[in-house]
């Protein structure tokens, strides 16, 4: 089944962001297609999840909590983080970096979560996995009925454990649009206009007010399982 025009366009995207490294092109076919299997299985795992949270009308005020619950265990926050950082984290103390990883994660949460609950009786119907030179998958979907009805999300994938029964995202695209591009375009002025303290302002102010904001706490926000070596 071809792939929409925008979600060629994200995958296209997340190709060129992984390096190239000598003896790509030999790697076995069949572990491309054990990669895409398994990172297919656990992108449809999520999307599954998610809509089963988005059109549960028991949920109530509890919706916007429980999308956050999904988001948490099946995305590696500290890659949309880092990524948004690029190469400025030298210009953070230990206590900002640690305020600007929980401030941070909170926005995620709130740009995702408001965009999320946009859909609602959609399906969400994987069209296609492809594995990349470093092992992370692009998996592909569309979403099918509602107001949405032909829209793409797009999933970059990554394995952390080696039996490939652990996977989280570390980047989105909406139709094209990556979210940790959109990140990095937002995040990038603050800090270079006013430093750190003006970039966790800059977050601070554009997050609705959730229980206060722990900066010990933020890694428990979306880590990432260490990866099993055997």
């Given at each position: ?5 925008a ?13 190239l490294?000598?003896g790509?092109?030999?790697?076995a076919?069949?572990d ?19 809509r ?7 949920l ?5 909590n429980?999308?956050r619950r999904?988001?948490?265990?099946r995305?590696?926050y ?18 900002q970096r ?6 941070f ?7 995702l979560?408001t965009r ?5 009786g959609?399906q ?28 793409g999300?797009t999933?970059?994938?990554?394995a952390y ?10 980047d ?10 959109t ?8 800090l ?7 970039l966790i302002?800059?977050?601070?102010l554009?997050?609705p007010r959730?229980?206060?904001c722990?900066?010990?706490n933020?890694?428990?926000a979306g880590?990432?399982?260490?990866v099993?070596t055997?």
């Amino acid at each position: 089944m071809s792939l929409s025009r925008a979600a060629w366009v994200a995958a296209v995207a997340f190709a060129t962001l992984v390096p190239l490294s000598s003896g790509t092109n030999a790697r076995a076919a069949d572990d491309s297609d054990q990669l895409e299997r398994a990172a297919r299985a656990s992108a449809n795992a999520a999307l599954s999840e998610l809509r089963g949270v988005l059109s549960d009308p028991s949920l109530g005020g509890d919706r916007v909590n429980a999308i956050r619950r999904v988001l948490r265990s099946r995305l590696d926050y500290s890659k949309f983080s880092r990524f948004a950082l690029a190469r400025d984290t030298g210009a953070f103390s230990p206590e900002q970096r640690d305020r600007y990883e929980c401030e941070f994660n909170e926005y995620l949460s709130y740009l995702l979560t408001t965009r999320l609950l946009r859909y609602s009786g959609e399906q969400f119907k994987i069209t296609r996995a492809i594995a990349l030179p470093n092992r992370d998958v692009v998996v592909s979907a569309r979403i099918s009925g509602g107001k949405h009805d032909g829209a793409g999300i797009t999933l970059l994938m990554r394995a952390y454990s080696r039996a490939l029964d652990q996977w989280r995202a570390i980047d989105i695209a909406f139709d094209g649009t990556r979210v940790r591009q959109t990140l990095r375009d937002r995040v990038e002025p603050a800090l270079h206009k006013g430093g750190p303290d003006q970039l966790i302002a800059m977050l601070q102010l554009q997050t609705p007010r959730q229980p206060s904001c722990t900066p010990g706490n933020a890694a428990e926000a979306g880590s990432a399982p260490a990866v099993q070596t055997e």
